[in-house]
């Protein structure tokens, strides 16, 4: 079964510090590129990052650009996302994501894991 | 940035209704427009792909067309599970870029 599963999440100080981690099965993870997307209480989806299979050529948001860090290691079938100064406003769910082959779209979600940034 | 609006926001509709939900791009995006359904307390599923491919497995009643920068999903005939929250998202740039989405409510 072709599965992803985050884990990570947490209740966070402002300004502090939080690892997510994305396990993946059931496919040959090394050859697809894979996303963070977050969904604030309440609110809409929000894109978060990207990282290609091929070349791990990376993209983020504007939103987390300079403090969020997205990396992958196909020997362990996991993806990753560091956070760092953590802000109220990333208080969200993050789901990890599979881009499929076509038109980027994301085929694969995982079940989400729950970040809290709050003194 | 690309800027997505959805319409309407929310609608009431009953089951067998045919809806219709549409997305305009605020710039041409191609076919990069993927529309995704999520129930409350799960992960969004994919739908339809590069604006009119049906995801495998998605039930026939599902479609997309586009017209320029415009982009529609039917629903030809509402079943009860369709009672949703649905969202388009354009990967033709980044960031990539969501619709505010559409909850569709029970009539």
């Known amino acids: 079964e072709v599965q992803l599963v985050e884990s990570g999440g947490g209740l966070v100080q402002p300004g502090g510090s939080l690892r997510l981690s994305c396990a993946a099965s059931?496919?040959?993870?090394?050859?697809?590129?894979m996303n963070w997307v977050r969904q604030a209480p309440g609110k809409g989806l929000e894109w978060v990052s990207y990282?290609?299979?091929?070349?791990?050529?990376?993209y983020y948001a504007d939103s987390v650009k300079g403090r969020f860090t997205i990396s992958r290691d196909n020997a362990k079938n996991s993806l990753y996302l560091q956070m760092n100064g953590l802000r109220a406003e990333d208080t969200a769910v993050y789901y990890c994501a599979r881009v499929g082959p076509k038109s980027y779209a994301m085929d694969v979600w995982g079940q989400g894991t729950t970040v809290t940034v709050s003194s | 940035d690309i800027q997505m609006t959805q319409s309407p926001s929310s609608l009431s509709a009953s089951v067998g209704d045919r809806v219709t939900i549409t997305c305009r791009a605020s710039q041409s995006i191609s076919s990069y427009l993927n529309w995704y359904q999520q129930k409350p307390g799960k992960a969004p599923k994919i739908l339809i792909y590069a604006a009119s491919s049906l995801q495998s497995g998605v039930p026939s009643r599902f479609g997309g067309s586009e017209s320029g920068t415009d982009f529609t999903l039917t629903i030809i005939s509402l079943q009860p599970e369709d009672f949703a929250t649905y969202y388009c998202?354009?990967?033709?740039?980044?960031?990539?870029?969501f619709g505010q989405g559409t909850k569709v409510e029970i009539k």
């Open positions: 059931g496919f040959t993870f090394s050859t697809y590129s």
């Open positions: 998202q354009q990967t033709y740039s980044t960031p990539w870029t």
């Open positions: 990282i290609r299979a091929s070349d791990s050529t990376i």
